[in-house]
Antibody, heavy 120, light 110 residues
Framework: QVHLVESGGGVVQPGRSLRLSCTAS????????MHWVRQAPAKGLEWVAV????????YFADSVKGRFTISRDNSKNTVSLQMNSLRTDDTAVYYC?????????????WGQGTTVSVSS | QSALTQPASVSGSPGQSITISCTGT?????????VSWYQQHPGKVPKFMIY???NRPPGVSDRFSGSKSGNTASLTISGLQAEDEADYYC??????????FGTGTKVTVL
């Protein structure tokens, strides 16, 4: 069964860093682009970042560019989101999601999310 | 990277059809046939409903259909059912090699 499990969320002060991880199972992880999507409390979905299947390419939303990095370890079936210089508006549930099997531009499997709260 | 524009809410009676619009620009919705739609029930994870404008993934009801004209994509739900009450989000690939979601639409079944 295909699963994504996020971890690493928590409460952090503005300006500090946090690293989120997502562990995949049930599919050939190294064949799929992986995304991070976030959702602030009572707000809509916001796309954050994507890494290519081999980790050689990554793209970011303007709101996190220069502060967040994304990486993956295909030997461990994990994708990580390193979040630096955190701001209060980074407070959200962070989901990792898999590029759809049937389309390069959809997300067909989502984790349950991990909550990040940035507050002083 | 401005969010795509969706109506905040749409409602309909059981059995009716409703349409949710998703308006972007020529750099996203209008420039590519890479619009997806997601359904999210309260407290749940988003569900993949439509890909590449008008295609349904396996297991998604054929009551859900998608289309696009110019810079606006649309999701139509026909034969509205109580279980369709949820938030719906569109998403598009962009010319910046990124993605953008819509503002979200709350569907209410009257």
């Amino acid at each position: 069964q295909v699963h994504l499990v996020e971890s690493g969320g928590g409460v952090v002060q503005p300006g500090r860093s946090l690293r989120l991880s997502c562990t995949a199972s049930g599919f050939t992880f190294s064949s799929y682009e992986m995304h991070w999507v976030r959702q602030a409390p009572a707000k809509g979905l916001e796309w954050v970042a994507v890494t290519s299947y081999d980790g050689n390419n990554a793209y970011f939303a303007d709101s996190v560019k220069g502060r967040f990095t994304i990486s993956r370890d295909n030997s461990k079936n994990t994708v990580s989101l390193q979040m630096n210089s955190l701001r209060t508006d980074d407070t959200a549930v962070y989901y990792c999601a898999r590029r759809a099997t049937i389309s390069y531009h959809g997300l067909d499997v989502w984790g349950q999310g991990t909550t990040v709260s940035v507050s002083s | 990277q401005s969010a795509l524009t969706q109506p905040a809410s749409v409602s309909g009676s059981p059995g009716q059809s409703i349409t949710i619009s998703c308006t972007g620009t020529s750099s996203d919705v209008g420039g590519y046939n890479y619009v997806s739609w997601y359904q999210q029930h309260p407290g749940k994870v988003p569900k993949f409903m439509i890909y590449e404008v008008s295609n349904r993934p396996p297991g998604v009801s054929d009551r859900f259909s998608g289309s696009k004209s110019g810079n606006t994509a649309s999701l139509t739900i026909s034969g509205l059912q109580a279980e369709d009450e949820a938030d719906y989000y569109c998403s598009s690939y962009t010319s910046s090699t990124t993605y953008v979601f819509g503002t979200g639409t709350k569907v209410t079944v009257l």
